[in-house]
């Protein structure tokens, strides 16, 4: 596996890669890898001749009180887990070769990234469009892999990537958990134990509305309510940001639940702000 750290030499590698007429499976991640993230590369291995994976924590992503500065790291594990995976290409690129002091392009997704998650982190989803913007333009890729477990930012890069004829297939990839049903993620390690043993209500909420509707309410107030109710039978969720229903396409709320709905949650256990979410298709 090679190691690159410089745009423009992961940008040639890309590129000759391309020219040999080889399909790229792109995987960008921010490191601090789990499961998740590996399914993605698995996945990516399967669908492509050449597999490139990215970590890069992008700075403009993070709000000024956010966790930029105590995001878990974990290079030497993460280049050893990548390694036996077999990837071909691990981009890990240097903060300041992707933004120099002058940098002042912004790539923005309008009205779908002020709702769920971007309507409590302002400018979250204008860094996150912005730093996929750049990798793919630096990979070039056939194919770029993302996880369920974000689904706003999958609905955001799709919307980018054909309003901005990126040509690049998204595939988005199933929420892989841990046996109890948490959804994996590098902010797990911020739980303490007590907030750990408590953290997968956030999916036993989900679990509880999704089969409210499946056996057949319509109201999504009813199964807000529901999401609510078990949410607060945890003392350890100290605030709900969001536990609702939405259209999976442009992530208004709904009203009445017809055939695909999204139920989302973000929910903080103390200073760890958590999110999962599913899809009920009832078509
Ligand atoms: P991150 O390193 O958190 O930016 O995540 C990188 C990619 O891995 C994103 O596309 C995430 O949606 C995906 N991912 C993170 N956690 C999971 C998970 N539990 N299951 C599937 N994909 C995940």
Do not use: W
């Not at 960008?28 to 698995?42: D, K, Q, Y």
């Not at 930012?153 to 929420?175: H, K, S, W, Y």
């Not at 056996?215 to 969720?237: H, I, N």
């Not at 017809?258 to 009920?280: F, P, Q």
């Amino acid at each position: 596996m090679e190691i690159i750290r410089i745009p423009r030499i992961a940008q040639e590698t890309c590129r000759k890669y391309f020219l040999r007429g080889r399909s790229i499976g792109f995987v960008p991640t921010m490191g601090a890898l789990h499961e998740g993230h590996m399914s993605l590369v698995r996945r990516a291995k399967l669908e492509n001749d050449i597999t490139v994976v990215s970590i890069f924590v992008n700075p403009i992503q993070f709000g000024p009180s956010e966790d930029l500065d105590s995001y878990p790291k974990n290079p030497e594990e993460d280049i050893r887990k990548l390694r036996e995976a077999d990837v071909d290409t691990a981009f890990l690129p240097d903060g300041s070769l992707m933004y120099p002091n002058d940098f002042s392009t912004y790539v923005t997704a309008d009205s779908i990234s002020d709702k769920l998650c971007g309507g409590l982190r302002p400018g979250h989803f204008r860094g996150v469009t912005t730093v996929v913007a750049k990798l793919l333009n630096i990979t070039g890729p056939t194919r770029v892999y993302f996880g369920q477990k974000d689904f706003q930012q999958t609905v955001i890069v799709r919307r980018m990537a054909r309003d901005l004829n990126f040509g690049v297939e998204v595939v988005v990839c199933p929420t892989v958990r841990e046996d109890d049903g948490l959804a994996m993620s590098s902010r797990n390690l911020y739980l303490d134990a007590e907030q750990r043993r408590a953290a997968p209500v956030l999916y036993r909420a989900l679990s509880a509305a999704s089969d409210l509707l499946n056996s057949g309410q319509k109201s999504a107030q009813e199964a807000r309510m529901f999401m609510e109710k078990t949410l607060a039978e945890e003392p350890v969720v100290t605030h709900v940001d969001y536990a609702s229903v939405y259209d999976p396409v442009t992530l208004e709320e709904v009203d009445e639940v017809e055939s695909e709905v999204l139920l989302a949650v973000a929910a903080r256990l103390g200073k760890v702000r958590l999110i999962d979410n599913v899809i009920v298709n009832l078509s």
